[in-house]
């Protein structure tokens, strides 16, 4: 049961990266916002290659990376869609930052604060991405531009499974307050971000079937 509720979780979010892949090229733009993708990116990285989990997340790992080499291509390729006076200079430089920023404070945090298994920054960035979903349906209005229900479905899923898992079988989970904090805030910011297609989807006379 253990391990079917995390590759469940896994699954759910190879279907996310997916569903931002597929409709970022329908609306020629990018799905996920560029300091969760940073920090995403750099997770998968840190955990694939430097502080390897085991089989099976460790090729859940490698396929969420390519995923996210996917989505980092398309905000380059998109980003002046959404930012039309931003250089690509500026791009490279804040895109550079950001990464190096994200890769420095995970790998930091799993070699000297002993979160090998990259739980906490896991569950820390997961947070920091509902959020900034939630500014992004704001930022873009009614467009749903690079949104859709099914981003939110799996996303809150995903997740959803993974806090559970950690919850019931990871004994660090029960020692600390921390990861239920997060585990609680996480679902409570995708719910919402979930309401706020579920009910622009309404708005927009959009079936909650289409892509």
């Known amino acids: 049961m253990q391990s079917i509720i995390l590759i469940l979780g896994g699954i759910f979010w190879i279907l996310t990266y997916v569903f931002i892949i597929s409709k970022g090229y329908k609306d020629k733009t990018y799905g996920m916002p560029l300091l969760a993708l940073c920090a995403n990116i750099s997770w998968e990285f840190i955990f694939s290659f430097l502080l390897p989990h085991s089989p099976p997340q460790l090729y859940i790992n490698y396929l969420w990376l390519v995923l996210d080499v996917i989505i980092v291509f398309q905000f380059f390729k998109y980003y002046k869609n959404e930012f039309p006076n931003l250089s690509s200079l500026t791009l490279c430089i804040v895109f550079g930052i950001s990464v190096a920023s994200a890769f420095s404070i995970i790998l930091s945090g799993g070699i000297f604060l002993g979160d090998v298994d990259g739980v906490y920054a896991a569950f ?58 997060l585990f609680i805030s996480i679902f409570f910011f995708d719910l919402f971000y979930t309401v706020l297609i579920v009910a622009q989807y309404k708005k927009n006379n959009k079936s909650l079937f289409a892509a």
Request: positive net charge; proline residues 3%.
């Open 124 to 181: 820390g960035q997961n947070l920091l991405m509902s959020v900034l979903f939630v500014v992004m349906f704001f930022k873009r209005g009614n467009t749903l531009r690079g949104q859709s229900i099914f981003i939110a479905i799996f996303k809150m899923a995903g997740t959803g499974l993974t806090s559970i898992h950690f919850y019931l079988f990871e004994p660090v989970s029960q020692s600390l307050f921390v990861l239920p904090l």
